[in-house]
């Protein structure tokens, strides 16, 4: 049974378009996060929910944005896709929130191509 | 900037080899993990490692850190083709906001048959 799984895999779309990408996670975690890799394999973290609320917020345009609607679920829409989007976006989950003290555990990715 | 940045970027090996990495940071950490990610894939931790602790063992993986230089490294021990991934560093920050992991780059290793 996959831990954290998120779809779609791959997602390809044009510029200016609005899309989503989805995340669950069965594990019985109460803390999931979003990261961005970029080309040269850079994780940073964008956002990250403690019991379906926002504990983290990184410096990320306000055309993204993360919606839990449980403890188990967290979305991530972006809105006027741009060129620089382009990057592999992985969920994440932990069991609480300690900020880095205990491990995470990945999805497999959404790789995002914006033409 | 990064907090962790890992040494060397590319890292290419016989099987059976020893494969060593290292990861340098910039402020004061809690603690530090390794994590591997085959390509395709999304990360796997394989080790924490607290800033009071200099050594740590799991299986054929040994992780040190020297507090003082602010690094630490990874070892894999007769290395393995299934061994081929990226593997990152990742830092919890003590102080300011940065109450979260921080990644590097990666080193991306390769193991020949």
């Known amino acids: 049974d996959t831990a954290v799984s998120q779809t779609p895999k791959y997602l390809v779309t044009q510029m200016g378009n609005d899309k989503s990408i989805k995340c669950e996670q069965n594990?019985?975690?109460?803390?999931m996060y979003w990261y961005k890799q970029d080309s040269k394999k850079f994780l940073k973290i964008m956002f990250s929910y403690n019991n379906k609320e926002l504990i983290i917020n990184e410096t990320v345009p306000n055309r993204f944005s993360p919606k839990s609607p449980d403890k188990a679920h967290l979305n991530l829409h972006i809105n006027s896709l741009e060129l620089g989007d382009s990057a592999v976006y992985f969920c994440?989950?932990?069991?609480?929130?300690?900020?880095?003290?205990?491990?995470?555990?990945f999805g497999p990715g959404t790789r995002l191509t914006v033409l | 900037s990064q907090q962790g940045e890992e040494d060397p970027q590319a890292l290419s090996i016989q099987e059976g080899e020893n494969a060593t990495m290292n990861c340098s940071y910039k402020t004061s950490i809690n603690n530090l993990q390794w994590y591997r990610q085959n390509s395709g894939r999304g990360l796997v931790h394989l080790i924490l490692i607290r800033s009071n602790e200099r050594e740590k063992h799991s299986g054929r993986l040994r992780v040190t850190l020297d507090t003082s230089k602010k690094s630490s490294s990874l070892l894999i021990t007769a290395s393995r083709a299934a061994d081929t991934a990226s593997y990152f560093c990742?830092?919890?920050?003590?102080?300011?906001?940065?109450?979260?992991?921080?990644f590097g780059s990666g080193t991306q290793l390769t193991v020949l048959p």
């Open positions: 994440a989950s932990s069991q609480g929130f300690a900020g880095g003290w205990i491990e995470q555990f």
């Open positions: 990742a830092t919890r920050t003590i102080s300011g906001s940065a109450r979260q992991l921080t």
């Open positions: 594990l019985g975690h109460d803390t």
